[in-house]
Every structure is written in structure tokens, then in C-alpha cells.
């Protein structure tokens, strides 16, 4: 007698921002109603698919790098499906096709139809779905979470952009905005707080332009933020991204009044340089940014504020530059991710500017912004020295299995002896000193 399969294994591995990570989870979710089960490596997979990110060029090379892997692994064995999803796949269509690797091209709207393109590479080893919709946002799917601690879930509120920056792909990639109905959101935080998890992220290109109306109901960002918040006091909220032209007072009021969403806000700004803000159609100033900072921190005077920012966009002159490294000096961001700019083809900026700093110039300016702001991360922990936390225990220390590491409500990871505490739990730490990276705390 054959022995009869039950599960095909599939293997997902995932880049790029965290909305890519969940949905990595709704794709499993919708794998899993098709008897497939996750496995841990390549070789066990039957299928292999890889979310992909498009946002730099250097994102997009260590993607072919994977595919050249998997390459190998299909060789020992001709029967492995390979897919590309995400943004990578909208991005270049039928262009990873010619890839002899791969099979089915999936843009992030077309997980629904996964199961079916699965099923025709039989007929045809080519597949491939990269509409884009104007509706989907897999608000009824429960994804099937694929994180190791089970303390942090995140949850996915909005689709695509409707802002056009003009070096930024992921209007592109993901389509138009779209914000998911908040009783399918709330629903999905009632699950991952009864399956113990203590810390939910609200995630969005655009946060701040949430907004649901239905009948009676007219739902803003603040207002669902509220319902989050609301289900459960010792359950953490935390939100990104939000976008300098959208935050609103309405947002930070209601941050202040209730203690579990976290004090913290990434706020990318991208530049300190008017005339590159204004090239980069953020549709904010400088000016306009610096209110924002006094008014977060007038309403919440220990939020955390990160950024993002870009070295080097088209044209950028050492002045644009000397205008970021003030601007991060007169913020003193807690922390900051920091690019130099990567043409992005069919962009607006790579349609009408010239990407005209050179390579060497780029990675200076970066060079120097990393530099500040290491010292602006140190000053930043070091005002807290002498602080007490309540920080969420979410794992080991990596140089000791004695000490735990958490966060606190800014974000920061604090390392301390363990103390018979566990992963998930809360504890009172007290900083003791830090270093730009991290705060080393004892136990209250
Ligand atoms: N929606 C968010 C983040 C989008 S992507 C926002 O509006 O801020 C994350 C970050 O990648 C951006 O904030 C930007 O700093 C960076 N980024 C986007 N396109 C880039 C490009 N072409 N080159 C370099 N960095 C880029
Ligand atoms: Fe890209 Fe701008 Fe949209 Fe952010 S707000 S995703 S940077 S277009
Ligand atoms: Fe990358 Fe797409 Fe996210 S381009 S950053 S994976 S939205």
C-alpha cells in the first residue's frame, strides 16, 4: 500500500517592511485551508515562496541572490515550486517569469488565488497574478502567526498609498489606499490577546489616513487606536507609520490619555532641506515637521520619536545636506533608519530628476548622518540613566541566557538579569547605564 501524503510543505521566507511579514501570515493562513503546513528549511518544502521588498535596488539584489539558492535546490529536486509575491513581483511581472527558477508571480494583492495558480503550474510551470485592487485588504482572513516569541502581533489596518513621493515605489507596488473595515481589526486584536500576546502594532503606510465610514459608523485612525486600546489595559498598542502632513492633535490626545499605547512615534522626514522635500513631493516643510515635534512633545513630554531619512536625493547640495544634520540635531531623535536615495524605475523622481550625486557622495553624507545620530541615540539613553520602566519581557540576551531583554513603552531595549522572570512578562527595571544601542537595567 502507498503511503498517502497529507500535508505538501510550504516554506516562506519574507523581506522588506513588516506589512510584508504580515502578509506572509494571511498567505499561510490561505495556504493552510489548502492543506499545506509550514516547514523550517528549503530541503523539507515542496513549495518555496519568497515575499519580496522593491524599495532599493540593494533590497532587490539579495532577492536574486535567493533565487540563485533556490536554483540549486531545484536542480537535486525538479518537482520544487518556487513563487515570488510582493512588491518585487509587482514590480517586475512577467520579467521574473524568464527566471527559470520560478513559477508563479503573485502581486500582494492576489494571495487569494494563490491556491488556483498553485494548481495550474501542473498544466502550465508558468503562473502569474499582479492585479492590483481597489478592495482588497483580506479583512476576513485570520492570519496564522509566524513569529518565535508570541508576545509581539502585528496587524495590518490599510492597504497601498495614495501619497505620491516621488522617489517611493510602493504606490506602485501595492496599489491605492484602502482602509480596512475596524470591527474585522478589532476582531483580529480580540484573537491575538486571547492567544496571550501582549503587544499590538497597528500598521500602515499612512496611518494617519485611516478612515472607514459605514453607515452609521465614521472611523478615523485616533478612534480606532481608541478601540484597540480599550479591549484590554495590559495590552501594548504601537503604530507605524504616521506621515508629517497627516498626524493630527486628535491622534496625540488620545495617545496621552490612554497609558497602554505606547509613547513613541516614527515620523519619517525624510530630509531637513525644504527644497528637497518639496522635490520629493512630501507636501511638508521643515517648519511644518518642527511644529509637529513641539506639539508631540508639548502633549507627551517622554514620547520617543524615530525617523526615516534619505542621503543624497537628486540634486541634494551639501546645504540641503547641513539642513538634515541640523534638523536631526535640533529633533534629537531616539533612533533613526537611514538610506542613501535609490533610483526606483518609473518613479516620478527617476522619470523628471537626474539621480546626479555620486555614488561616494551619497554614502559620505549617509555616513555622517549615521554618525550623529549614534550620538543622538547615546544622548537619548543617557537621559535616561537614573529612570525607572515598565518594560515587556519579549526574549534572551544574546550574550546571556541569565538576562532577558525588553522594551519600553519609547521602544528602547533594556537588557537585565533574568530574576526568575519569562518572555511575555512585564517588569520594573531600573537604568543603570546604556550604550547607544541599548539601556542595562537591574530589577525593581
Ligand atoms: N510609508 C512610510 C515608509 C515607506 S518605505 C513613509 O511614508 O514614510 C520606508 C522608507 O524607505 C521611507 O521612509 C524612505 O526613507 C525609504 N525609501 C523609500 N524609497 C526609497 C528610495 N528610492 N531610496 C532610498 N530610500 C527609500
Ligand atoms: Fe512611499 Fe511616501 Fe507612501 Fe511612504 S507615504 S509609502 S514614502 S509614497
Ligand atoms: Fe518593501 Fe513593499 Fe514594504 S517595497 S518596504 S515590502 S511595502
Same mark, same amino acid.
Given at each position: ?14 523581506? !522588506? ?7 506572509? @501570515? ?9 492543506? %499545506?503546513?509550514?516547514?523550517?528549511? =528549503? ?42 509575491? !510582493? ?23 492576489? %494571495? ?5 495558480? =498553485? ?15 481597489? @478592495? @482588497? ?39 491605492? $489606499? ?7 481589526? +478589532?476582531? $483580529? /486584536? ?37 478601540? +484597540? ?7 501594548? =498598542? ?8 497627516? =498626524? ?7 495617545? /496621552? ?11 519619517? +522626514? ?7 522635500? @518639496? ?11 518642527? #511644529? ?37 540635531? #535640533?529633533? !534629537? ?45 547615546? $544622548? ?10 515598565? +518594560? ?31 518572555? !511575555? ?20
Amino acid at each position: 500500500m502507498t503511503e498517502i501524503k497529507k500535508h505538501s510543505k510550504v516554506f516562506i521566507e519574507t523581506y !522588506g517592511c513588516q506589512m510584508n511579514v504580515s502578509d506572509s @501570515e494571511v498567505v499561510l493562513a490561505i495556504l493552510s485551508k489548502e492543506n %499545506y503546513e509550514l516547514c523550517e528549511s =528549503i530541503e523539507e518544502a515542496d513549495l518555496v515562496l519568497i515575499n519580496t521588498c522593491a524599495i532599493r535596488d540593494n533590497a532587490e539584489q539579495r532577492i536574486l541572490g535567493r533565487l540563485d539558492v533556490f536554483r540549486l535546490e531545484k536542480k537535486k529536486r525538479p518537482d520544487l515550486l518556487v513563487g515570488v509575491l !510582493g512588491c518585487m513581483a509587482e514590480r517586475l511581472k512577467e520579467t521574473l517569469l524568464e527566471n527559470p527558477v520560478v513559477n508563479i508571480v503573485a502581486g500582494p494583492d492576489a %494571495y487569494r488565488d494563490l491556491p488556483r495558480l =498553485i494548481a495550474s503550474v501542473k498544466a502550465d510551470p508558468k503562473q502569474i497574478n499582479t492585479a492590483l485592487s481597489h @478592495e @482588497e485588504t483580506y479583512g476576513d482572513i485570520s492570519p496564522v502567526r509566524m513569529d518565535k516569541n508570541g508576545v509581539s502581533a502585528f496587524i495590518s489596518i490599510m492597504r497601498g498609498c495614495n501619497n505620491v513621493c516621488s522617489y517611493c515605489v510602493v504606490p506602485y507596488t501595492r496599489g491605492a $489606499e484602502r482602509s480596512r473595515d475596524p470591527h474585522s481589526i +478589532v476582531r $483580529e /486584536a480580540c484573537e491575538v490577546i486571547e492567544s496571550g500576546y501582549k503587544e499590538i502594532t497597528l500598521l500602515g503606510q499612512n496611518v494617519d489616513s485611516y478612515h472607514w465610514v459605514d453607515g452609521e459608523s465614521d472611523v478615523d485612525f485616533p478612534d480606532l487606536l481608541e478601540k +484597540v486600546a480599550l479591549l484590554n489595559p495590559r495590552v501594548r =498598542i504601537r503604530f507605524s507609520t504616521s506621515h508629517p502632513k497627516d =498626524i493630527s492633535d486628535k491622534l496625540l490626545y488620545t495617545m /496621552a490619555k490612554y497609558d497602554n499605547i505606547c509613547n513613541h512615534i516614527h515620523l519619517p +522626514v525624510q530630509s531637513g532641506s525644504n527644497v528637497m522635500l @518639496e522635490k520629493m513631493r512630501r507636501r511638508h516643510t521643515r517648519e511644518w515637521y518642527l #511644529e509637529r515635534i513641539a506639539k508631540i512633545r508639548e502633549v507627551m513630554p517622554d514620547c520617543a520619536i524615530s525617523t526615516d531619512v534619505i542621503a543624497g536625493f537628486c540634486g541634494e547640495t551639501e546645504q540641503d545636506h547641513q539642513d538634515t544634520l541640523s534638523l536631526f540635531r #535640533e529633533v !534629537g531623535f531616539d533612533f533613526a533608519y537611514m538610506f542613501y536615495y535609490s533610483e526606483r524605475p518609473g518613479t516620478m523622481a527617476a522619470r523628471h530628476f537626474k539621480d546626479d550625486v555620486p555614488l561616494e557622495v551619497k554614502t559620505e553624507r549617509l555616513n555622517q548622518i549615521i554618525e550623529l545620530q549614534n550620538t543622538l541615540s547615546l $544622548e537619548s539613553h543617557k537621559r535616561d540613566v537614573g529612570k525607572t520602566f515598565e +518594560v515587556l519581557v519579549d526574549g534572551y540576551s544574546k550574550r546571556s541566557k541569565a538576562d532577558l531583554t525588553g522594551r519600553t513603552q519609547q521602544n528602547k531595549t533594556c537588557v537585565f538579569p533574568a530574576g526568575g522572570h519569562s518572555i !511575555g512578562e512585564y517588569v520594573t527595571v531600573k537604568v543603570k547605564d546604556c550604550t547607544s544601542a541599548t539601556l542595562l537595567c537591574e530589577l525593581l
